[in-house]
Nanobody, 127 residues
């Protein structure tokens, strides 16, 4: 019943921009924190950004701070990731993930804070 469907990925040049969207259904979207994570080939899944259920308190890993902006539209059940000044190291499969609580919690086993994941959308940054 819970569905998370990412879109907006594609090919961008270094310095370019992409806007990812995640359409959510099957749960009360406005009651849960949401995050974006990514995985490059041969590398571990990496948390990228998260946001509280009400749209407050956006958080980012250091490598994307100042370049990416997370937001959500609870009326549309949609999560966004605006990605600017893209770098080749941003190349990865990007997933949206549903949190298990309204707030973000950061811990060693961070994946345990998320119970549903989308299928992913590919972002490739190359000249």
């Amino acid at each position: 019943q819970v569905q998370l469907v990412e879109s907006g990925g594609g090919l961008a040049q270094p310095g370019g921009s992409l806007r990812l969207s995640c359409a959510a259904s099957g749960f009360t979207f406005s009651s849960y924190a949401m995050s974006w994570a990514r995985q490059a080939p041969g590398k571990r899944l990496e948390w990228v950004s998260g946001i509280y259920s009400d749209g407050s308190n956006p958080y980012y890993r250091d490598s994307v701070k100042g370049r990416f902006t997370i937001s959500r539209d609870n009326a549309k059940n949609t999560l966004y990731l605006q990605m600017n000044n893209l770098k080749p190291e941003d190349t990865a499969l990007y997933y949206c993930a549903k949190g298990v609580r309204p707030l973000l919690v950061f811990r060693t086993d961070w994946e345990d804070e998320y119970d549903y994941w989308g299928q992913g959308t590919q972002v490739t940054v190359s000249s």
